[in-house]
């Protein structure tokens, strides 16, 4: 993993945390993982010790999609070794902390969207269909690779691609050294001509990439510059992720080496033959590479890059490279080998792997990819937060023009965290500004008008000025005001203040929009458009409070009054008087914190959580007191924080280190299908006439647990359901089976609702 800000924050906080918490063993929600249905009890066997207490309503706890790697001690005082990492240790753009190199921080900063930062933006069903439209629409340069016409006149396209092979400059350097611009493109489009295909009248040859592997202009591999020390390699268009779907037209043979000229889903280029593989037939290439929005049988790669382990046996697997956004399929269980070259199976991703046989056929290898790997299986959930998560994961990363040196530059950076969410956006920053709908002209607005207008829209809404595009974080103070920050991968700015002086940064890079250009404007004075990924239902939304330049207001009042949250807490449950961080978005390591409980008017401190659900304090803790069977309790010999596991509800006493005591009324949940009683309800609205049923979370799992968050995965009719506002809408009159999900931090939910 990089040593990004997110493991700096990582680091920083597992100096602070206790990483064993007594009581451990008891069963909870983190010991089974079960299928809930409603007549029936379908278990999946993780560990032997599962029990359960309801035998109608059998609850399903899913593996979180979103796997994080986090390295902590199993001895406390581990942390005496680790060096404090201070904001000192880490340089970082004017008016960004240390604190704003989290996501987390991100999390309370878009309340004026209206759009919670764990809301769906945008459903997989309505993910397909701007798929769809983007294929369609005009200008974006898109390939229907599925319905690309299966023959095609080869001669014809040999000539035109020889006949537009020239030199774009006057002087041109190939690997450092100056060349005869003439000759050297005179010789490319000659053997364009003398090694391309002839045929009249040729079928596809369908191929999927075995490496990470430019898609050039120009059918050579040699470094093409417009000086000897160009920073960028000129020829280079995009990339093909390993497993990506190349659909191959012309070859060339230029001093040696082997090129195919062809199409991926965003591009068209020349690509190194050795590094693709060429399928049988298109069936075999549609099972290599083709997955649904909705399934899980594959992963997608959510870091900037991972390494397959050496392997003495199969050096075809050994120290494989995949980077940010690589999808793979998954083994079946029923498939897994016992061993892989010298491995066996546990604790490993299993994958198919295309390897390219002696003949440059597909092979489909299986090989592993090691647990603590930030992997998604199946798409993931795009929500503001997921994304945020995603972008940070690449945080100081080098930038690559093209994609060159397996790096991303802007345009491929924003579409490579979009394509971890099952969507397909452009390739280049123009075309991604087309895609159908979800535009906002910003370019006549003043910077005031830009600021309000961003207020407005969510965290990851993709931002545009000539040339450069970014992924809208927030807004935070920036020296003296309120100011909209950005990530991007960034090849060159000016800081905020102080003389224009243009920094090559070449990396992926978070600041604020007063950073300037060359000419000494501001970033924000440049935006010219935002494109948002979110469903039509939510970009309406957006654009009509634009439009009333109303923000929600973040200080709304609650329906129980509450501590105010401190930056990037949350709470479990809308009746919750105390909020509680989430380290990574995970039940297993919480926080809580009694910042803004003195002096506040709340008496009663409370706070809703799973069984089983670990939580630290943030601040030195004397001791804790409960009744029996409440809690167990750990305290750090290194740093005074308390860290208690959960059991049953309960009241605990905190007193604090510095005298302050503070009473906290806990309400521990097991969430249950309430299965009969949906049923018993559905059939009265039904015999009353009610058109729409509106059942909440507390209603489907009987838990107060509501700031999850509810989804359809599939349904019988779908026209006759739907999900707003964590509430499932449907009409009792029409028969229909729902499967929904819920998710909570790091936990899922599955259950059928089924309306006769």
């Given amino acids: ?188 489009a000659d053997g364009i001509l003398s090694t391309g295909y002839t045929d009249q009248n040729r079928e596809n040859q369908y191929a999927v990439a075995v490496k990470r592997t430019t898609v050039n202009n120009i059918p050579t591999d040699a470094y093409i510059g417009y000086s000897a020390a160009d920073s960028d390699d000129e020829k280079v268009l995009s990339v093909l992720l390993v497993n990506e779907p190349f659909i191959i037209r012309q070859r060339a043979v230029i001093d040696g080496r ?15 033959s050795d590094d693709l593989a060429v399928c049988a037939d298109k069936t075999e290439w549609l099972d290599a590479w ?75 290898a299986i090989a592993l990819i090691s647990q603590h790997y930030e992997v998604s299986t199946g798409f993931l959930n795009m929500t503001q937060a997921e994304i945020l998560r995603v972008a940070f994961n690449s945080l100081g990363d080098r930038y690559g023009w093209g994609g060159m040196l397996d790096s991303m530059d802007c345009s491929l950076y924003t579409r490579n965290i979009y394509r971890c969410f099952g969507l397909e956006i452009p390739r280049n920053t123009t075309w991604q500004q087309l895609i159908p709908g979800r535009k906002t002209d910003l370019s006549a607005m003043t910077d005031d008008e830009k600021l309000n207008a961003l207020r407005c829209m969510p965290a990851g809404t993709m931002l545009y000025f000539p040339g450069h595009t970014m992924i809208y974080t927030g807004t935070a103070k920036a020296s003296d005001r309120e100011m909209a920050y950005v990530i991007s991968d960034t090849g060159s700015l000016s800081d905020s203040s102080g003389e224009v002086k243009v920094r090559s940064m070449y990396s992926v890079i978070l600041n604020p929009l007063t950073v300037r250009r060359r000419a000494g404007t501001t970033w924000l004075a440049n935006i010219t458009a935002a494109v948002l990924p979110v469903s039509e239902e939510n970009m309406e939304a957006v654009k009509k409070r634009i439009e009333e330049q109303t923000p929600a207001d973040p200080d709304d009042p609650e329906p129980v009054k509450r501590v105010h949250a401190a930056e990037g807490q949350t709470y479990a449950s809308s009746k919750d008087t105390l909020p509680l961080e989430t380290f990574l978005g995970s039940v297993g390591k919480m926080y809580i914190s009694f910042y803004n409980v003195d002096g506040s008017d709340v008496k009663e401190l409370t706070a809703t959580v799973l069984k089983g659900s670990v939580i630290t304090s943030k601040s ?56 009969k009683a949906i049923r018993d309800l559905l059939e ?58 819920y998710r909570y931090l790091n936990k899922a939910y599955n259950m059928t609702v089924t309306v006769r």
């Fill in 290 to 364: 083709k997955t649904e929005l909705t399934e899980d049988d594959f992963i997608v790669v959510t870091q900037n890059q991972i390494r397959l382990e050496p392997s003495v046996s199969k050096p075809e697997l050994s120290e494989v490279k995949l980077t940010f956004a690589t999808i793979l399929k998954l083994v079946p269980v029923d498939k897994y080998p016992d061993n892989i070259g010298e491995r066996g199976t546990w604790n490993n991703y299993v994958v198919y792997l295309p390897v390219r046989g002696d003949d440059g056929s597909y092979v489909k």
């Fill in 684 to 741: 009265k609205y039904k015999n009353e006439g009610v058109q729409s049923a509106e059942l909440g979370i507390e209603q489907i799992f009987g838990m107060q647990i509501d700031s999850g968050e509810l989804s359809i995965k599939s349904a019988a009719n779908r026209d006759a359901v739907t999900v707003k506002d964590n509430v499932l809408v449907l009409n009792p009159n029409v028969k229909n089976s729902v499967r929904i999900r």
């Fill in 258 to 272: 082997e090129f195919y000229w062809g199409y991926s889903g965003h591009c068209t280029g020349w690509v190194l």
């Fill in 1 to 188: 993993m990089k040593r990004s800000c997110k493991l700096i924050t990582v680091l920083l906080i597992l100096t602070a945390m206790i990483s064993e918490t007594a009581g451990a063993a008891d069963s909870s929600l983190s010991d089974a993982v079960v299928l809930l249905t409603e007549n029936e009890i379908q278990e999946e066997p993780v560990q032997d010790n599962v029990v359960f207490s309801d035998e109608d309503q059998i609850l399903t706890e899913e593996i979180a999609e979103d796997k994080v790697a986090v390295y902590e001690s199993a001895d406390p005082d581990y942390a005496e070794d680790v060096p404090e990492i201070t904001a000192e240790s880490i340089n970082t753009a004017e008016d960004v902390t240390m604190e704003m190199c989290s996501p987390g921080y991100w999390f309370d900063k878009n309340k004026t969207s209206g759009i919670d930062i764990y809301r769906q933006l945008i459903s997989p069903d309505e993910i397909k269909k701007l798929n769809a439209e983007m294929l369609n629409a005009d200008g974006v340069n898109m390939n229907d690779l599925d319905n690309m016409a299966a023959s095609y006149n080869s001669d014809e396209l040999r000539k035109s691609l020889a006949a537009g092979t020239r030199p774009p400059k006057p002087v041109v350097y190939a690997d450092g050294k100056e060349v005869d611009t003439e000759a050297y493109y005179k010789n490319l």
């Fill in 620 to 675: 030195p803790v004397k001791d804790v007191y409960y009744d029996r069977g409440v809690a167990t309790k750990k305290k750090s010999k290194l740093n005074g924080l308390m860290t208690i596991t959960l059991k049953k509800s309960g009241k605990v006493t905190y007193e604090m280190e510095d005298g302050s005591t503070y009473v906290v009324d806990f309400t521990v949940q097991t969430p249950k299908a309430q299965t």
